[in-house]
């Protein structure tokens, strides 16, 4: 069993950076992260495999957020610059039991509860 816990998030005005961090209680393997605005369904975000060789972004957020990790730390982060009003959401940090990454929902065994993010001025 994996425990995960998100921190860093916040408001921030447009344009802005947050860093956001995912605490794993164990080994997560593949890791992710997905938000979800309200009245809307949860989505991807990005995903980085176990030894971050292997990382995909959603086309949304390609070029202002970054996906990192320290598996020494058990730690997982999203730097996010450029943000935007349609960033606003509740962020979600997700881990599977392999080392290759997936952008699905269904495919993630573990999650987090989540941290607020709101873009606003």
């Known amino acids: 069993q994996v425990q995960l816990v998100e921190s860093g998030g916040g408001l921030v005005q447009p344009g802005g950076s947050l860093r956001l961090s995912c605490a794993a209680s164990?080994?997560?393997?593949?890791m992710g992260w997905f938000r979800q605005a309200p009245g809307k369904d949860r989505e991807f975000v990005a995903t980085?495999?176990?030894?971050?060789?292997?990382?995909i972004y959603a086309d949304s957020v390609k070029g202002r957020f970054t996906i990192s990790r320290d598996n020494a730390k058990n730690t997982m982060y999203l730097q996010m610059n450029s943000l935007k009003p349609e960033d606003t959401a509740v962020y979600y940090c997700?881990?599977?039991?392999?080392?290759?990454?997936?952008?699905?929902?269904?495919?993630?065994?573990?999650w987090g509860q989540g941290t607020q993010v709101t873009v606003s001025s």
């Open positions: 997700a881990a599977r039991g392999t080392v290759v990454p997936g952008m699905g929902l269904g495919e993630y065994d573990y």
């Open positions: 164990g080994r997560a393997y593949a």
């Open positions: 980085i495999s176990w030894r971050a060789n292997n990382i």
